[in-house]
Structures are given as structure tokens and as C-alpha cells.
């Protein structure tokens, strides 16, 4: 049996012409800032977002997903190595939706492994449906759709309560597909690229093998701007030096502005925050001190010192270089969440969703991602393979926010802190 989730977000920018000159006083995050916002038929009326209202036990859930993503990466970014960009969100949810097919021991360890103790079914997947609503509404500027579906073999035998729950809290389509059809692998690939805007091609290979039994897909599309004060002016854009992990050189377009962003430094990293539409969500750029590298800093960052350095920030003019860069991969997240404590689903463990004995082969991730002076683009699609038995404004000087060397960056919901993308940048590639 198969599990598949896909999970696209995409950035864009929208060029501003500045028509009005006004200043707003602005509350983001408990912070007052003075902003200086240029207005035109775009931006006017343009409020900034209202967070997303979680109970304490959603803020929870959400701690404990990105404690999880840290933690998720670390291993990736082991195993791929440079220019690793994965999508902790996408595997969140699919493993969510794993999690109510899981019983005994499988869903004892997936409820371990991700910090869940303490939440009922119905809390873990209430969460899921608040983020999937929320995410939808935040920001008018941004256009995001969000689609699942659990696509299942016809003669495959589902429990009726295991469709239900797909149907109501991640609503789901449902499908019984004939999978010894050459055209079904076919019709999901299809439906993934057009849910990720083409980004996320042959997710599931041209064949579907014998063993498998369903798809469980979830396909996120997010398409945003820059903040209308964050925009990159293109004719700064220049071939710099960029120092890569190993030392050597690689010259590559470096976008650049100095802008009054928020921005945090400590003795093991600085970072700054770019916004995106509304402000409701953002990227948020971590370079390691001088005397540290990057997997250095990947091993030093988790959920609690991010959440400590966005905490800490401060409305700072910044001289910030920034890297065009463009990157398309897939990996195996098998090994990682093994090594994580989720190994008895490689086994079995599914009575939920059928009598007949099924199991996890592997979890794959794509994932696509562009930076550039118009915006962010990125995607992600993760499918877990469920498989069975056959058949079945004063003037001071800026900081300076070089980014010529590797460098985290992540995509987030700012309200909040869900973390949508992480990744490592060594080489930047066009």
C-alpha cells in the first residue's frame, strides 16, 4: 500500500510603482514598527495580516512539528548533503495522515517521535485542518491552494472510518483507482504537477508495482510577493565570489539592497527576516558566525534558539547580499525517520486502515525552490509507500548581511513560527 502527500509553496513578486508615500505604525509580533510603505492600486487597502488564532494546544502541536522539522533536516542535510532543501511541513502532514492508519506499536512510535503524548486523534487532526484553513485566508496578496486525496487500488479493501477521517479533516478525494492500469501512475503524476504548478514532475514513476495499494497525497501551492519594502532593484544584481563549504570560489549573481529589516546577531549566527504580501509569511536567512561552519550550525540550531533569535530581533538597517539561486532535488527520507525512533512502520502496524497486513517501503520527497530579485518559488511533494501483500529613519551605518557563503534560510508562517521549508544553500545554481 501507498501513501503519497504532495506540498507546493510559491513565492512571487509583484513590481511596485510608488504613487503614495505613507507611514503606518504597524504591530507585527508583539513588536511596534514605524513602516514606510509605498502604495498603489495593488497595495491599497492592504492591512497587515491578523495571526492565525491557535489554541494553546495547537501552539503546542506547532512547537512540536518544527521541533520535529530541526530535528528531520539535521538527518537530511547528513544524508544529502550540500544544498539540501526539504520541506518539513509536507512530511508532517503526511505522516499525519499515516498516523490515523497506524495501530499498536507503529503509531506508538509515530506519536513519540513527533511529540504528540499528549494529544487525542481528534487534537492532532483539528490542528491539521485549523493550519490548512488558516493558510488559505492570512494573506489576499498570496494564492495558495491546498488538496488532498487518497487514491486506493480497486479490489483494496479501505476501512470506512480511515476514508471518513480523510474526508473530514483534510478533505479529501477519494478514489478507487485501477493501479494495474498503465495510465493511473499516469493520472496522479498529473494531478501532483498541476497541483504544483508543473514544479513537481513523475512523482511516482511511470509504473505502479504490484504491491502497492493506495496514495495518500496532499498538494499545497502557495504564489507570493516580497514585501513591497524587501523588493531586490535588478541592476544591483552582480557576479560575485561565493565561498563555498569546501573553500573554493564560484562566481554567482548576487542580488543586493539596504533596506530597515528585522535582523538578530548573536556569537553563533545573524540572520534576517524578509517578509513576503501581507507579512504574513516570510523567509528568514541564517548565516553562521565566522568561527563556525554550516553543519556546524546546523547541529547547534533547533526549534527553541530560532524561536529565541526571532524573539530577539530588532528593526535594523541592513546591507544584505542575497544569492539568486535555483534547486531541484529528491531524496529518501526512509533512513532519517528510521533513525529518528519511526521504524516498526517499515514493518507493519496499519490496522486502521485494513485488515489485510501492509507496511512502509520508503518516503520520498521532491522538492523545488528558486530565490530571486521578484520573489521565492518553491514546492514540495512527499509520498510515503504503503505496500502490501500483491494484489492488495536615522542615518546610521548598516549591519552587514553578507550572504558569499553557505547559509539556512527557511519559509514560515510568522504568526505561528510553522515552518514551511528549511534549507542549506552551499553552491547557488541558476
Not at 509553496?9 to 514598527?33: H, R
Not at 501552539?59 to 550540500?82: H, L
Not at 545573524?270 to 547541529?299: H, T, W
Not at 514560515?412 to 552551499?426: H, N, P, W
Request: aromatic residues 10%; neutral net charge; charged residues 25%.
Amino acid at each position: 500500500m501507498e501513501k503519497k502527500i504532495t506540498l507546493l509553496i510559491v513565492t512571487i513578486v509583484v513590481c511596485i510603482t510608488t504613487i503614495d508615500l505613507q507611514a503606518q505604525a504597524i504591530a507585527i509580533e508583539n513588536k511596534q514598527i514605524i513602516n514606510i510603505t509605498m502604495e498603489d492600486e495593488f497595495s491599497k487597502g492592504l492591512q497587515p495580516a491578523r495571526p492565525i488564532k491557535l489554541t494553546a494546544k495547537q501552539s503546542e502541536r506547532a512547537n512540536a512539528d518544527n521541533n520535529f522539522a530541526f530535528k528531520m533536516f539535521r538527518e537530511v542535510s547528513k544524508q544529502e548533503g550540500d544544498n539540501t532543501f526539504f520541506s518539513p511541513l509536507s512530511l508532517n502532514m503526511t505522516l499525519g495522515m499515516l498516523y490515523n492508519g497506524a495501530s499498536g506499536k507503529t503509531r506508538n512510535e509515530i506519536v513519540e517521535t513527533l511529540g504528540i503524548a499528549d494529544f487525542s486523534e481528534a487534537e492532532v487532526n483539528e490542528y491539521f485542518q485549523k493550519i490548512s484553513q488558516a493558510l488559505l485566508e492570512i494573506d489576499p496578496t498570496t494564492d495558495i491552494a491546498i488538496a488532498n486525496s487518497i487514491c486506493y487500488r480497486n479490489n483494496f479493501s479501505v476501512k470506512n472510518q480511515f476514508v471518513k477521517i480523510g474526508k473530514e479533516y483534510f478533505d479529501a478525494e477519494v478514489r478507487a483507482l485501477n493501479f494495474n492500469s498503465s495510465s493511473t501512475a499516469n493520472t496522479i503524476n498529473k494531478w501532483c504537477a498541476e497541483k504544483t504548478n508543473n514544479r513537481i514532475q513523475n512523482l511516482i514513476g511511470s509504473t505502479i508495482p504490484d504491491d502497492m495499494m493506495m496514495y495518500l497525497v496532499n498538494a499545497f501551492y502557495f504564489k507570493s510577493q516580497w514585501q513591497m519594502d524587501i523588493k531586490f532593484d535588478k541592476k544591483k544584481t552582480k557576479l560575485v565570489n561565493f565561498i563555498k563549504t569546501d573553500k573554493q570560489k564560484k562566481k554567482v549573481n548576487m542580488m543586493e539592497q539596504t533596506s530597515v529589516m528585522d535582523y538578530y546577531a548573536d556569537e553563533h549566527l545573524q540572520c534576517v527576516e524578509m517578509d513576503y504580501g501581507n507579512r504574513a509569511f516570510s523567509m528568514v536567512a541564517v548565516l553562521p558566525s565566522k568561527n563556525m561552519n554550516i553543519n556546524q550550525l546546523i547541529d547547534y540550531l533547533d526549534s527553541e534558539k530560532l524561536q529565541n533569535a526571532v524573539k530577539n530581533m530588532r528593526w535594523q538597517k541592513v546591507w544584505l547580499k542575497l544569492p539568486r539561486f535555483k534547486i531541484e532535488s529528491g531524496f529518501s527520507l526512509g533512513q532519517p525517520v528510521k533513525d529518528l525512533g519511526m521504524k516498526q512502520m517499515f514493518s507493519g502496524g496499519f490496522a486502521n486502515i485494513s485488515d489485510d497486513d501492509l507496511w512502509v517501503s520508503d518516503i520520498i520527497q521532491k522538492t523545488f525552490v528558486e530565490v530571486k530579485e521578484e520573489g521565492t518559488e518553491a514546492a514540495a511533494a512527499t509520498t510515503i509507500f504503503v505496500v502490501g501483500y500483491g494484489g492488495r529613519p536615522k542615518k546610521i551605518a548598516p549591519v552587514r548581511f553578507f550572504a558569499d557563503r553557505p547559509f539556512l534560510y527557511l519559509v514560515r508562517e510568522k504568526s505561528t513560527g510553522v515552518i514551511l521549508f528549511i534549507g542549506r544553500m552551499d553552491e547557488p545554481n541558476e
